[in-house]
């Protein structure tokens, strides 16, 4: 099974491709999409957009899982990760219903065991399960791979986190 990770953002959306089978999990791809703050929004949805579409033609995913978003303070950034968000599940759903997303704290607990886990132990804790040379970079990429990992570690129990 391929899973394709998502961290959802305007300026850098981070991806991450492994491929499960049974309990071994094996790293494809991360990288990231990103999108020039001078340019109008518009373009960076659209080029987001685009970006996705490569994504699920390359690697032609089983399960697409998204990290939820979360916001403590700035509403109108949320916003535009929002607008990144959505134009990003339009793009998958296009081709696939298996679309699935965890909180950041689903995803810190099924990566490194506790849900209060700081970043760089999510990092660690990812390139120890990918067995990775270096940890992932940048975060965005990084933070990705955890969320397809937390999905890999979630399949008995993946239809509690299908996007509705």
Known sequence: ???LGIDPGLA???YGVIEVNNDKRRLIQFGTLT???GQPMPQRLRAIFQGMNQLMD???PDDVAFEELFFSKNIT???AVSAARGVALVAVV???DNLYEYTPMQIKQAVTGYGGADKHQVQMMVK???NMKDI???DDAADALAVALTHANSMNMKKMFKIK
């Open 77 to 79: 950034t949320g916003m």
């Open 58 to 60: 390359i690697y032609q």
């Open 136 to 138: 992932a970079r940048p």
């Open 1 to 3: 099974m391929i899973i």
């Open 35 to 37: 999108t020039p703050a």
């Open 12 to 14: 850098t959306l981070g």
């Open 128 to 130: 120890m399960l990918l």
């Open 94 to 96: 296009q081709r696939t």
